[in-house]
């Protein structure tokens, strides 16, 4: 816990018990995973927990370069905590995503170029292999 106080002191970001949770379990849990599976995962072990607090928890930790928002799907938001820049696959029949480490021919000209890079975001759509194997 003590990791995660530091990393949000270093940003500025006010430790609360709520908020180290909050990182600690995108840190720790690599699913993507919405507010409310978030919420639910959480709830039990931080009562005074609220979706609200997710959502501006979130928020906060998105503005300071510590979260990623994905909006792979047409419904719904899933959040990570900022690795590297890598892809996205989202399987259509199981709904999983899956990081993919597939380098982008641009990402070094854009690093050093005359923009600002603020995020990347590559997203594939398809069947994993494990629901593909399944059906079999």
């Known amino acids: 816990m003590e990791e995660y106080k530091k990393i949000l002191i270093a940003k500025g970001i006010k430790p609360t018990f709520q908020r180290i949770k909050i990182l600690e379990y995108l840190s720790r849990n690599r699913t993507h995973p919405t507010v409310d599976m978030i919420y639910t995962a959480l709830f039990k072990k931080v009562p005074t927990l609220s979706k609200t607090t997710v959502y501006n928890t979130l928020d906060i930790l998105r503005e300071n370069g510590l979260v990623d928002v994905l909006t792979i799907t047409e419904s719904e938001m899933r959040y990570e905590y900022c690795t590297e820049p890598h892809h996205h696959f989202l399987c259509r029949r199981c709904g999983r995503i899956i990081d993919l480490d597939v380098k982008c021919p641009y990402l ?12 990347i975001h590559g997203y594939f759509k398809g069947i994993c292999k494990d629901c593909l194997e399944e059906a079999q």
């Open 108 to 119: 070094e000209k854009m690093k050093f170029g005359e923009h600002k890079l603020e995020q």
